[in-house]
């Protein structure tokens, strides 16, 4: 049996990159899904190509910084499919800004996305996830995508205040929806190929970020959507409040392995 059979999943930032294969995967296991983005272009292509391959999939056009927007997709995901079990909180944005770079509207507008976003969805899909496990039985899951750059340091300002703010209310929601047999967990990513993220850093930061992963390698956009389901099926009913790093060993080694690809470039320059 699919592991997400009868299943719904609301998972926004839909479009386009990990949001094409969070929702691909989770459909192809069993889930019915609510696909949201600002690209009403892309989402409805998918959610077109999901029905062709007979999956359950509807799109909305969705700011996640708009309550209001979030009140109008939940009910379309229950009218839709009669529940709600999965948060995907997946949409995000970046600006490559630095502190002395950084102007205000775009401080602002990552906040909304990075962090307003997930607490405003949140908010309003908890209620939805915890009257579905209450008639469905098993357990709800939150999964926020956040990024090594919320555990570690990066260079835009804003991406990083909220990909860590998004780690501190991933445990309050634990905290809160726990009772609900609501699960939450963050994911933390490095680099992701083929998404609008790693276009934007241009090639020399691809370049140095497979540098610093052991691995020597970004992650796929694939291998991220297996920890998304895997977090979202009941294999994962005692995980939560976890941060799980997805990073090619980044976060535990990438400095050590820096400093020795630093180390043998230094020896065979001093032959």
């Known amino acids: 049996m699919p592991r997400l059979s009868g299943k719904v999943a609301l998972i926004t930032g839909a479009a386009g990159g990990q949001g094409v294969a969070d929702a691909e995967l989770l459909v192809r296991e069993g889930a019915a899904v609510m696909l949201t983005d600002i690209d009403a272009t892309g989402g409805e292509a998918l959610a ?25 997709v939940v009910a379309a995901a229950m009218a839709a499919f009669g529940g709600l079990h999965i948060l995907v909180n997946n949409a995000g944005t970046i600006a490559r800004q630095t502190i002395l770079n950084t102007t205000v509207e775009a401080w602002n507008r990552t906040l909304a996305v990075n962090i307003t976003g997930p607490l405003l969805g949140m908010k309003h899909c ?61 994911i933390h990513p490095a680099l992701v190929a083929e998404t609008g993220f790693s276009a934007s850093g241009g090639p020399d930061f691809a370049h140095a970020a497979r540098a610093a992963i052991p691995m020597g390698r970004q992650a796929q956009p694939q291998e991220c959507a297996e920890l998304v389901l895997f977090l979202a099926s009941e294999e994962a009913s005692f995980i939560s409040g976890a941060e799980i790093a997805i990073d090619g060993g980044y976060i535990a080694a990438g400095l050590a392995n820096l400093r020795n690809r630093m180390r043998a470039e230094y020896r065979r320059n001093s032959e």
């Open 48 to 72: 077109a190509r999901l029905r062709e391959r007979g999956g359950r999939a509807q799109f909305a056009i969705h700011d996640v910084a708009d309550e209001a927007a979030w009140q109008l």
């Open 126 to 186: 908890a209620p939805a996830i915890r009257d579905a496990v209450a008639r469905d039985g098993g357990t709800g899951s939150i999964i926020n995508i956040s990024s090594t750059a919320g555990l570690t340091a990066n260079d835009d300002a804003a991406y990083t205040a909220t990909k860590w703010a998004l780690r501190g209310l991933t445990k309050t929601a634990v905290l809160q929806f726990s009772p609900w047999n609501i699960r939450v967990n963050s």
